[in-house]
Nanobody
Framework: QMQLVESGGGSVQAGGSLRLSCAASGYSYSWYKPMGWFRQAPGKEREGVAGIDSDGRQSIADSVKGRFTISKDNAKRTLYLQMTSLTPEDTAMYYC????????????????????WGQGTQVTVSS
C-alpha cells in the first residue's frame, strides 16, 4: 500500500497562487510510477489536472495549461502542484494519485488508471 497525504489548500482571491503538496509513504516502488493531480468540484466528475512520470515528463490539462505546473522531489517523496492566476473555476477538492503500474497514465489522466489516492485538500477561489 502507498499512502498519500495532500496539504497546502486554502482560500485565495482570484489571481492568487497556491502550492499543493502530496507526501508519499509506504509502497515505495509506486513513487517511480506515474503520479498525478486531480480535482473535483461539487456536482462534477473528478478530472485530471496534471500528471508526471518517473522521468519527469509532464502532462497538463488544457484548462490549466500555462497556470499550473507539476513537480516532484524524489528525496522528499513529495509531489507538488504549483497553481498561479487562480480563478473561481479552479475551486475544487484536489487529490493526488499514484499508479501501481508503469505506462502512460500520467498522460491520459484517467481516474480508473490510478490505484492510490489521498484524502484531498480543498481549494477555494473567490472573485
Amino acid at each position: 500500500q502507498m499512502q498519500l497525504v495532500e496539504s497546502g489548500g486554502g482560500s485565495v482571491q482570484a489571481g492568487g497562487s497556491l502550492r499543493l503538496s502530496c507526501a508519499a509513504s509506504g509502497y515505495s516502488y509506486s513513487w517511480y510510477k506515474p503520479m498525478g493531480w486531480f480535482r473535483q468540484a461539487p456536482g462534477k466528475e473528478r478530472e485530471g489536472v496534471a500528471g508526471i512520470d518517473s522521468d519527469g515528463r509532464q502532462s497538463i490539462a488544457d484548462s490549466v495549461k500555462g497556470r499550473f505546473t507539476i513537480s516532484k522531489d524524489n528525496a522528499k517523496r513529495t509531489l507538488y502542484l504549483q497553481m498561479t492566476s487562480l480563478t473561481p473555476e479552479d475551486t475544487a477538492m484536489y487529490y493526488c494519485a499514484a499508479d501501481r503500474e508503469s505506462g502512460d497514465s500520467w498522460r491520459r489522466l484517467s481516474v480508473p488508471d490510478f490505484d492510490y489516492w489521498g484524502q484531498g485538500t480543498q481549494v477555494t477561489v473567490s472573485s
